[in-house]
């Protein structure tokens, strides 16, 4: 095929890619050692490459020739010839986990520089162009946070805006909402940026013990959108997890009797509204999209009515006839919310508060002065969505998405239009895409003035996969470049503009 001529840039992708180490296995697909990839586009041409992030992680996992260091889903263990006064000291120095640095899902960037992530307070700064691995930085050491999300938000000054979850800090649990600069006086050292970062402000966890797990966030422009569900953390499960012989994962429940909870802090006065919005009890991991219209916010997720898709990845599960043995007991539907910021103060009690003709959603006054909240049901079956990134924070029509029916495994990429609810679609037999990732041109006016790119993978081992280019207005396909490297499924990645990759010249 053709790719147009303004491509020019890089595709990177993060996700797990070794299971195995030594005579060990990881036990859940999540925990696997991070394999970054990338597609350079030059000229017409695609130039592919990967390689393992070597994180401290990998390095002590690789050296000792078996896992070592403890995952979401895997506990390792010291050396059992270790003497038993080691064992002990080992033990308590677990309490609160020193996490790992295999920065597994996605990439972040701040100012020029490029990051890989997970959720725990280490990111790994890596070069886009040659994939190494340089520093690694602890967040905790700029801010009071255990963990954080893996996909932060950028605004239109170049500002990186995350979340993270503070467990320990003066014994109370909360969540942080922080900022991290672009870019810092040239005389300030390397990673200054994160010694500029800046707390938003903070949000009381409604648990002390039990904070909210949680995957991101939603941005409009004025309000910060988070999301508070009652899948939750044990913490004091989490503190002893390690002496108990099993995983953090196992400190993880979900209790469908509880309400969810929706937080709108103002960017403006760092405060929150202080009306109490909440819905029925939900399990999410993507915000779509949020934005405000006449005195409403409007947020859209992909929301579960369990936390099966978690289970769903355990490797003893991912066996050659998985997909037609594994269902996911709720599928992933796409919700959307609508919360009135100003309404009459004096309206009835049962009434509902939407003003806004275009959805079906909810928000219903209670006795006690809370809204409670119902989606309007936007679409099902599509997950890892991504939208044009101009339009984040603000109206918009197009989602674009893999689809995923009652299995976990995506086997077509989507195009959704949120209003007028029409879907288009890409699928190919055997072929399973990534996140599609949209890129605009340059000349873009509309919405969907662009390409879509997704890398597919092959559940047939005689077929090689390839990276797929498509017009993202029509969805037809422009061209693909095929890899003849075995390539596994990935999680998340950016597109980098040729434009935003500095060479270094020193």
Not at 81 to 101: G, M
Not at 285 to 298: L, T, V
Not at 449 to 459: A, E
Request: some cysteine; glycine content about 4%.
């Amino acid at each position: 095929g053709q790719l147009p001529t303004w491509l020019q840039g890089i595709l990177l992708r993060n996700g797990p890619g070794m299971h195995t180490i030594g005579d060990t296995k990881y036990n859940h697909w999540f925990d696997g050692l991070a394999l970054l990839h990338s597609f350079t586009f030059k000229n017409g041409e695609v130039y592919y490459r990967s390689k393992y992030l070597r994180s401290d992680s990998y390095n002590c996992n690789i050296e000792a020739n078996r896992i070592v260091v403890s995952e979401f889903g895997t506990m390792a263990y010291p050396d059992p010839c270790k003497n038993i006064f080691a064992k002990a000291f080992s033990y308590l120095s677990h309490t609160i986990p020193e996490f790992t640095d295999n920065c597994l899902i996605n990439i972040m960037r701040t100012g020029n520089d490029f990051y890989a992530t997970s959720e725990t307070n280490f990111i790994r700064k890596i070069d886009p162009q040659t994939l190494e691995t340089l520093d690694k930085v602890d967040y905790s050491k700029y801010v009071a946070v255990n963990t954080l999300t893996s996909h932060p938000h950028y605004d239109s000054a170049g500002n990186v805006l995350n979340m993270g979850t503070s467990i320990v800090d003066k014994g109370k649990t909360k969540y942080i909402l922080f900022k991290i600069p672009p870019s810092v006086p040239e005389k300030e050292k390397k990673n200054s940026c994160f010694k500029n970062l800046e707390v938003v402000c903070s949000i009381p966890s409604r648990s002390l013990l039990h904070p909210s797990y949680y995957h991101s966030f939603g941005i409009t422009e004025n309000y910060i959108v988070f999301i508070e569900q009652p899948f939750r953390l044990d913490i004091v499960k989490m503190a002893t997890a390690y002496i108990r012989g099993v995983n953090w994962a196992s400190c993880l429940a979900y209790n469908k009797e509880e309400k969810t909870w929706f937080h709108f802090v103002d960017k403006k006065t760092k405060k929150e509204v202080s009306t109490k919005f909440y819905t029925d009890a939900m399990v999410l991991f993507h915000h779509i999209n949020a934005y405000e219209e006449d005195g409403h916010i409007i947020f859209d997720i992909i929301a579960y009515t369990d936390n099966s898709l978690y289970e769903m990845f355990y490797l003893k599960k991912l066996t050659k006839d998985f997909t037609e043995k594994n269902k996911l007991t709720s599928i992933p539907t796409c919700k959307r919310f609508v919360v009135p910021l100003q309404y009459d103060k004096d309206a009835e009690v049962g009434s509902n508060l939407v003003t806004l003709p275009s959805t079906t959603a909810t928000a219903v006054k209670e006795k006690d002065g809370s809204i409670y909240c119902q989606p309007e049901i936007l679409c099902e079956g599509i997950e890892l969505p991504r939208i044009n990134y101009d339009y984040n924070g603000k109206k918009y029509k197009y989602v674009f998405a893999t689809e995923v029916q009652w299995n976990p495994v995506p086997t077509k990429i989507a195009k959704f239009n949120v209003q007028t609810k029409e879907m288009l679609q890409w699928g190919e037999d055997h072929g399973w895409p990534s996140e599609p990732i949209f890129v605009p041109s340059p000349d873009a006016r509309e919405e969907d003035d662009g390409i879509v790119l997704t890398c597919v993978v092959m559940s047939d081992p005689k077929e090689a996969p390839f990276l797929l280019v498509l017009d993202a207005k029509t969805f037809k396909e422009l061209g693909r470049a095929t890899v003849d490297v075995e390539m596994h499924l990935d999680l998340h990645g950016m597109f980098i503009p040729e434009k935003d990759l500095k060479f270094d010249t020193e």
